[in-house]
């Protein structure tokens, strides 16, 4: 009985979260724009260009950092999807 309780409340958040977060979606997008800011902005301090291939050559270790950090800074983004936003 408790694992289908368990599921009726899960069950009922799923039904209500859209109605929540419609504006969370904005909220993410917001979000991956600062964050691919912030990239650029690495890049450019490394002296490359955000989105320019190396042509072959090995990737620098400063770009990995960057795009380690835009990887992180994305995914903390997908935490703002269902935050409510008013």
Not at 15 to 40: D, K
Not at 46 to 68: K, L, M, R, W
Request: charged residues 0%; contains cysteine; negative net charge.
């Amino acid at each position: 009985m408790h694992l289908i309780g368990n599921l009726l409340i899960v069950g009922c958040l799923i039904a209500i979260l859209p109605v929540f977060t419609e504006s969370g979606i904005i909220s993410y997008g917001i979000c991956q724009t600062g964050c691919n800011a912030v990239a650029v902005a690495c890049y450019a301090a490394a002296e490359f260009t955000f989105g320019v291939p190396t042509g072959g050559a090995a990737v620098p270790a400063v770009i990995t950092s960057c795009n380690a950090a835009l990887g992180v800074c994305m995914g903390v983004c997908a935490l703002t999807i269902p935050l409510p936003t008013p």
